[in-house]
């Protein structure tokens, strides 16, 4: 095995085990660094301690042009890409792999900054009306619509909450989110309604199906719902709702969590409580949405202030 191989092995194994990263940052991790590592061996380049600033330009170029196996990336994915690498080369100073870290000298990509997509809240409505209630399967997915936009979760916090994370006489639920971060989140009285419904009408009838799960949410043989069955029910709901299902403004479990955090700041809501409702580490990752905002306090000015437009 190459030393360069060794290495971000070392690294992912770092990533997984005092990061606890998520599964599914892990494998963006391992992709972006598996073609990091072609293109080193492309270079003849065996050791990271080798690697020069030139080299990462050069492997950033490829990204950004793409090449007969990869289509080009956006700025976005291409920085994406290369703040792995970024901390592969930090990784490898700090255990001694190599002496320098080349990559302090290459500025990723600037990807442009795109407000989240919100819906309206008479869109939120329309879209939270569509399931039917007279089933088991229609009230799992009422309640998951209601989850999603009232607590603002993100979809992987969804279907991975246990029943024993809620607390409807309390109206909580405990969210495990990004790096094992753990948070409590009120559930509005809609959610908590939808839930409540569901837990004791629907639910049973659907573990009934399987072996029983702890989760919230279930599918129809009564395991845990996935992540790609809840997407699929909330595109369905879009579509039925009369919602963009396709494109750049297709509804998305995202959509829900944009539509929550805007909703709260136009109501007034601080933007560091925003914070930790979303579990963002960072209030900078929140402060995106105020953006959204004063562009929807711009169009009430510009339509309700006699004097706006000249």
Not at 45 to 64: E, F, K, N, P, Q
Not at 217 to 224: D, E, S, W
Not at 238 to 250: E, M, Y
Not at 270 to 298: C, F, K, N, P
Request: hydrophobic content about 40%.
């Amino acid at each position: 095995m190459l030393a360069t191989d060794r290495a971000v092995r070392g690294y992912l194994d770092h990533l997984t085990v005092e990061r606890a990263l998520s599964a599914n940052t892990l494998m963006s991790y391992r992709r972006d660094l598996d073609r990091y590592l072609e293109f080193l061996a492309g270079a003849e380049i065996s050791s990271l301690g080798a690697v020069t600033a030139s080299d990462l330009d050069r492997h950033l170029s490829g990204l950004r042009t793409g090449d007969d196996e990869h289509p080009p990336l956006s700025a976005s994915s291409a920085a994406r890409a290369m703040s792995a690498v970024r901390g592969l080369h930090r990784f490898a100073v700090r255990e001694g792999i190599a002496a320098d870290d080349p990559s302090r000298d290459v500025k990723p990509p600037v990807p442009p900054r795109r407000l989240p997509k919100a819906l309206e809240v008479d869109e939120i409505e329309r879209l939270l009306a569509v399931p039917a209630t007279d089933t088991p399967r229609g009230l799992r997915d009422r309640a998951l619509l209601e989850f999603l936009y009232g607590t603002g979760a993100r979809i992987s916090e969804a279907v991975g909450a246990a029943v024993d994370d809620v607390d409807l006489d309390d109206a909580t639920v405990l969210l495990r989110g990004k790096g094992g971060r753990s948070r409590l989140v009120p559930i509005g009285g809609y959610a908590r309604d939808a839930l409540g419904a569901y837990l004791v009408q629907g639910r049973p009838t659907l573990v009934q199906a399987g072996r029983g799960t702890p989760a919230v949410f279930c599918n129809a043989r009564g395991g845990p719902l996935s992540r790609q069955s809840a997407w699929t029910i909330l595109h369905r709901a879009a579509g039925a709702a009369g919602l963009p299902v396709d494109g750049p403004r297709a509804v998305s479990p995202h959509t829900l969590r944009h539509s929550f955090a805007t909703h709260l700041l136009d109501g007034g809501a601080d933007v560091r409580v925003v914070q930790e409702l979303l579990g963002h580490a960072s209030v900078t990752t929140t402060q995106i949405y105020t953006l959204v905002t004063v562009d929807r306090l711009r169009e009430i000015y510009a339509t309700a202030h006699p004097r706006a437009l000249a």
